[in-house]
């Protein structure tokens, strides 16, 4: 029997959307999902250190986020609202486009400042656009681009977005939106973790726009999922096999380091990796590649709910997110965390 998107449907109050961050990124809250005995327990993010051991690799995303959200104007002199995709080539990139009337292809917009962006045409839901300037395309976004806040936090970027939509161990650009389960790391958490003897591992995928995307379907079999780019180097992958050998966990942060170490197993060893990803994780997907997750509340009926409930089970992830909701958490971007500790016999890692 197909899995159905109203299976994953759970009806959150909007005072739990949490619309900015805390003052300190570990000050969030952790609701802990222990497999082993079934129990739910109430922690702080401060508590990670004593969740995790010596030998434990712990992997992050370091992609990092672009200002990716532009404001222009069509000849008529109707508004645009661009939001990057992904970067290409030749100051060309993919975007969604807000606007009242879609532009054709050849249409010419102008950015704030005049900068020309001609449309080329479409591809999927994405329009196709290229920067008319010989000014490279990070520069404009540098001088006019806003912090592509997710479409649920409803107030305006601020210049505190701009460092908070961000990790603190954000190296490569190319994002439009934040893996937001880094967000809750800062310096002394990360030291305190290296002292515990957690090592640090780091993949690179590029989340984009899509990942916000409803599902539009309602038989999960018949969803295509969106594109991402990711990287997984080769000494990720020895670091890996190492603390396999040591009798470690590979701890993922984030739902983006999932994706991209099974997608890198995806021949079924893990081997180092370039390119695109359409991976969908469903419950009945078997992982192969991690222990342990750490990951923030997601959108109801999204794919990223449907990961998760992969992992723990779909009954128990409802069952936890209830009590968040009742229990007061803060959801989404900006919001609390959970560590999901699988059932070693049934989810860990494992083949």
């Known amino acids: 029997m197909s899995l159905k998107k109203s299976d994953f449907h759970y009806h959150l109050p909007r005072r739990c959307i949490a619309q900015r961050p805390l003052p300190q990124r570990s000050a969030s809250r952790l609701l802990l999902l222990d497999g082993v ?20 690799l712990l992997v992050f995303n370091d992609t990092r986020v672009l200002p990716a959200r532009l404001h222009a104007h069509k000849q008529s002199g109707g508004g645009v609202e661009i939001l990057i995709e992904r970067m290409a080539p030749d100051n060309e ?55 592509p806040l997710p479409p649920y936090i409803e107030r305006q970027d601020d210049e505190a977005d701009a460092e908070r939509y961000q990790t603190v161990f954000a190296r490569h650009p190319g ?13 002394e958490l990360l030291q305190r973790l290296r002292a515990r003897g957690v090592e640090f591992g780091y993949v690179t995928l590029h989340v984009g ?15 295509v999922m969106h594109r991402e780019w990711l990287q997984v180097d080769a000494g990720l992958v020895e670091r890996i096999r190492a ?30 990796f370039s390119g695109d990803t359409r991976l969908f994780i469903l ?37 936890a997110y209830q009590h968040a909701i009742q229990s007061g958490y803060r959801f989404f971007s900006y919001g609390d965390a959970m560590l999901i500790l699988p059932d070693q016999g049934s989810s860990k890692g494992i083949t």
């Open 93 to 147: 990139v993919l975007a969604q486009i807000r606007v009242s009337h879609k532009p054709a292809e050849g249409a010419l917009l102008r950015l704030a400042d005049g900068t020309p962006v001609r449309v080329l045409g479409r591809e999927e839901e994405f329009f196709r656009l290229r920067f008319e300037t010989p000014e490279p395309l990070q520069q404009v976004l540098l001088r006019l681009g806003h912090t």
């Open 37 to 56: 005995d079934r129990s739910c327990l109430d922690r702080t993010f401060r508590d990670l250190p004593e969740l995790l051991g010596e030998g434990d």
């Open 283 to 319: 419950p009945g997907y078997r992982f192969t590649q991690i222990d342990a997750l750490i990951t923030n509340f997601h959108l109801p009926e999204s794919t990223l709910l449907m990961l998760v409930s992969a992992l723990a089970g779909r009954e128990r992830i409802m069952d």
């Open 243 to 272: 603390t396999r050998v040591r009798g470690g966990r590979v701890v993922a942060a984030g739902t983006t380091v999932v994706r991209a170490l099974e997608s890198a197993a995806a021949t079924g060893e893990l081997q180092p």
């Open 209 to 223: 726009a899509g990942t916000f995307q409803p599902v539009r379907v309602e038989d999960l079999s018949t969803h």
């Open 175 to 187: 994002a439009v939106a934040a893996p937001t389960a880094g967000l809750h790391f800062d310096a």
